[in-house]
């Protein structure tokens, strides 16, 4: 069952991936290191890590940007609409 969520103004649909799984994505895309996304989430980098990994493999990438493009390109996530509702 796919649902929609927003994290950090971005649409994330779950389904293909887990909610925390998108929500890691939402930071990826600021550019934020695993660190940063950790300290935000209320987990450890380790976990963080481990979440990015498991993100790669279901898509089939092999790096953080390809892994921004494909969740893009496939509809996993979608930018804010600027001034939208």
């Known amino acids: 069952m796919k649902t929609e969520h927003i994290y950090n103004g971005w649409k994330a649909v779950t389904g293909v991936l887990a909610p ?3 929500e890691v ?14 300290k935000a989430l209320g987990i450890s980098p380790h976990t963080t890590k481990k979440t990015l990994k ?26 804010p609409v600027a001034g939208g509702k």
């Open 20 to 22: 925390r799984e998108t």
């Open 25 to 38: 994505l939402t930071h990826l895309i600021k550019g934020e290191s695993n660190k940063v996304i950790a």
């Open 54 to 79: 498991r993100v790669m493999y279901k898509l089939d990438t092999y790096s953080r940007t390809e892994t921004l493009a494909v969740a893009i390109q496939r509809g996993i996530l979608s930018p």
